[in-house]
């Protein structure tokens, strides 16, 4: 069954789509904030898995010189940056949503919509 | 075959995931985000990437978490109650399909013959192994003069190509976290608007008497075990930054996990303790100086006569030597930006809601 290899890409699809659930269905801007992140760790938990290859190892050399099978670095490497960018971007979006309190006295989306006198 | 703990770990993230998505408590959810970013960690360390799950657990498990809770001090602590919508569920679920339609092409899970693995990567891991198999420096050179190919010649691969081979990447990375810092700063650092909404100006419901809290450094337990702890935060944080070629680490998680040491002592002994111990204009002349220290790296090997960030030329003699100080170099002054920068951050979100 060439199927049953792909389950780790089906369960990874599925809390993406938590995630995006949050993003869309809830009011509060800083709940979008969290379901964004588990967005992001879902979407660097696909490129990790992508990179995985049965029975290797992690990709650092071993002094014995052994030949050994190594999973791939470079989505690794893409990942760890993208870790951190991402927490500098989640941190600007919390900035932006504490001037949004003091500006508005609400960080619930719907509100934020009354105020500003469009309809939810 | 899956291993049974990687079923045990995504049932985990599952339910996780879904009690942030149900929960109404805040609070409880930015404490549910660390511990999906700590159980997505143990995943990412069992599917071989150690240096991401390093950084995932750094990252989402010490400082995001941190971040979320000062800004709900600041908004609210409960979000309104909704009624369950339609429209979202069948967006969802139609994506989620499209997606899983979309990996019924993709060559399974673990797959050693998957076009990911064949082209560049395999080319760096057989040149970083061939350099580190012929043992004495001569073999090396030998080596590196008789292909056209260079090696960096460290036992940490995915350090190899984060600081050498793919240096621009990471030096643009570095560079969006110092530009979000200061998107953060512009935001958080100006003085408040008169007519401002405090938090407490949306009552939660019920009106219990409330007490005043008991500040964090009364609490004596959590003075002296962080006390003893955070040296030892430092000194691994250290570690991580100068072992990052040799195992896991680098200045990425080195960066966070000082942070995360700062940001504790701030936690448990007060914002103006913590200020006077780490002043924010040292933290602005920090993020600074870490990009200049980077980018320096590259204008020195450029001003040498090679390219950008092509560290051979910094040692003449001894290439794989000018390789090793120049990843030093750089990672060093991408941890000086993160620890920086993750600082001044919390400063801002922490420091908004006393003035």
């Known amino acids: 069954m060439h199927w049953l290899g792909l389950w780790h890409y089906w369960a990874v699809i599925i809390l993406m789509m938590i995630g995006l659930y949050i993003l869309i269905a809830r009011d509060n801007l800083v709940k979008k904030v969290m379901g964004l992140s588990i967005f992001q760790v879902s979407v660097i938990m696909f490129y990790v898995s992508i990179a995985k290859i049965e029975g290797g190892t992690a990709p650092i050399i071993p002094e014995s010189g052994n030949q050994l099978v190594y999973s791939n670095p470079l989505p690794h490497v893409l990942m760890l940056t993208a870790i951190v960018v991402g927490i500098s971007t989640t941190a600007l979006a919390l900035a932006l949503i504490v001037r949004i309190q003091e500006a508005y006295g609400t960080v619930e989306d719907g509100e934020l919509n009354e105020i500003d006198g469009h309809s939810p | 075959m899956p291993l049974p703990i990687e079923i045990v770990l995504f049932l985990f993230l599952l339910s996780t995931a879904i009690a942030i998505a149900r929960l109404e408590d805040l609070f409880a959810a930015a404490m549910l985000t660390g511990i999906f970013s700590l159980l997505s960690a143990g995943l990412f360390t069992i599917m071989d990437a150690v240096d991401v799950a390093f950084t995932e657990a750094a990252v989402g498990a010490g400082v995001a978490t941190v971040f979320i809770l000062c800004t709900?001090?600041?908004?609210?602590?409960?979000?309104?109650?909704?009624?369950?919508?339609?429209?979202?569920?069948?967006?969802?679920?139609?994506?989620?399909?499209?997606?899983?339609?979309?990996?019924?092409?993709?060559?399974?899970?673990?797959?050693?013959?998957?076009?990911?693995?064949?082209?560049?990567?395999?080319?760096?891991?057989?040149?970083?192994?061939?350099?580190?198999?012929?043992?004495?420096?001569?073999?090396?050179?030998?080596?590196?003069?008789?292909?056209?190919?260079?090696?960096?010649?460290?036992?940490?691969?995915?350090?190899?190509?984060?600081?050498?081979?793919?240096?621009?990447?990471?030096?643009?990375?570095?560079?969006?976290?110092?530009?979000?810092?200061?998107?953060?700063?512009?935001?958080?650092?100006?003085?408040?608007?008169?007519?401002?909404?405090?938090?407490?100006?949306?009552?939660?419901?019920?009106?219990?008497?409330?007490?005043?809290?008991?500040?964090?450094?009364?609490?004596?337990?959590?003075?002296?075990?962080?006390?003893?702890?955070?040296?030892?935060?430092?000194?691994?944080?250290?570690?991580?930054?100068?072992?990052?070629?040799?195992?896991?680490?680098?200045?990425?998680?080195?960066?966070?996990?000082?942070?995360?040491g700062i940001i504790l002592y701030g936690v448990i002994f007060g914002l103006d303790t913590m200020r006077s111990a780490v002043p924010e204009r040292v933290l602005v002349y920090g993020i600074i100086s870490g990009l200049i220290l980077y980018g320096g790296v590259g204008i020195v090997s450029l001003l040498s006569g090679a390219n950008f960030l092509d560290y051979d030329i910094l040692d003449t003699h001894n290439p794989a030597h000018g390789q090793h100080l120049g990843i030093l170099l750089v990672e060093l002054g991408v941890g000086i930006t993160v620890t920086c920068a993750m600082t001044t951050i919390f400063y801002g979100l922490a420091g908004r809601g006393k003035q």
């Open chain 2, 72 to 260: 709900l001090s600041l908004t609210a602590k409960r979000e309104y109650q909704q009624p369950t919508k339609v429209l979202p569920f069948i967006v969802v679920g139609i994506t989620g399909a499209a997606l899983i339609y979309g990996t019924l092409d993709m060559p399974a899970y673990g797959d050693p013959d998957a076009v990911t693995h064949r082209h560049l990567s395999a080319k760096f891991i057989e040149i970083e192994e061939r350099a580190m198999f012929s043992q004495n420096e001569h073999a090396v050179e030998s080596a590196r003069h008789g292909n056209e190919e260079k090696a960096v010649g460290l036992p940490n691969i995915v350090t190899s190509i984060l600081a050498s081979y793919r240096g621009y990447d990471t030096f643009g990375e570095v560079t969006v976290i110092f530009t979000a810092t200061i998107g953060v700063m512009l935001l958080l650092r100006g003085r408040r608007h008169k007519k401002s909404f405090t938090s407490q100006s949306r009552s939660d419901g019920n009106d219990v008497v409330k007490e005043q809290p008991m500040r964090m450094r009364e609490k004596i337990i959590l003075r002296v075990v962080s006390k003893a702890f955070i040296p030892f935060i430092f000194m691994f944080a250290l570690y991580v930054q100068f072992h990052g070629d040799f195992g896991p680490g680098g200045g990425f998680q080195a960066g966070v996990i000082f942070a995360a």
